[in-house]
């Protein structure tokens, strides 16, 4: 009895492994970066990568905010951009597609100009805000390597 007991649980644990080792897993990633400007202001990135990974291939999409605050420690405007990776572990990364997103938070800060694009491993969103007459640029991009790491 014991016997047949043990392999009715060895085979049942074989069958949960070998039918759940193809079962999609989540986890998130998130790195924050500080940048000062010439103004007292400063920029707050934030990369935010949560990925589901099927095998070897893998899909990753992942958003870059950076969050402007000036002087006064307050947040006057925000810019992400998100880009999604088609990742064949340790062959090759592609970047398959990427959108942008603005939002002002304080009175004086307006649009300029803002494009993004994909190529190859790579999203790139250029945002242009203009402040008191002034027009600043600030670039920010996601890039995928090879084995899925995203920076």
Not at 60 to 70: A, D, Q
Not at 132 to 142: E, F, M, P, Q
Request: net charge positive.
């Amino acid at each position: 009895m014991k016997i047949k007991l043990t392999y009715l649980l060895l085979l049942g644990f074989l069958l949960t492994t070998c039918f759940t080792s193809n079962i999609s897993y989540a986890t998130t990633n998130t790195q924050i970066i500080t940048r000062m400007d010439s103004n007292g202001g400063y920029w707050v990135e934030t990369i935010t990568t949560p990925q589901s990974i099927y095998g070897t291939k893998t899909q990753k999409t992942s958003t870059k905010t950076t969050k402007y605050y000036n002087a006064n420690d307050e947040l006057c405007w925000k810019y992400s951009l998100t880009a999604t990776f088609s990742v064949n572990t340790g062959v090759s990364a592609t970047c398959t597609d990427s959108s942008a997103k603005l939002s002002i938070y304080k009175s004086g800060y307006s649009l300029y100009n803002e494009k993004h694009s994909h190529s190859g491993n790579k999203a790139t969103g250029t945002i242009k805000i203009k402040h008191n007459g002034v027009v600043k640029a600030k670039t920010i991009s996601l890039t995928c390597t090879k084995n899925g790491t995203i920076s």
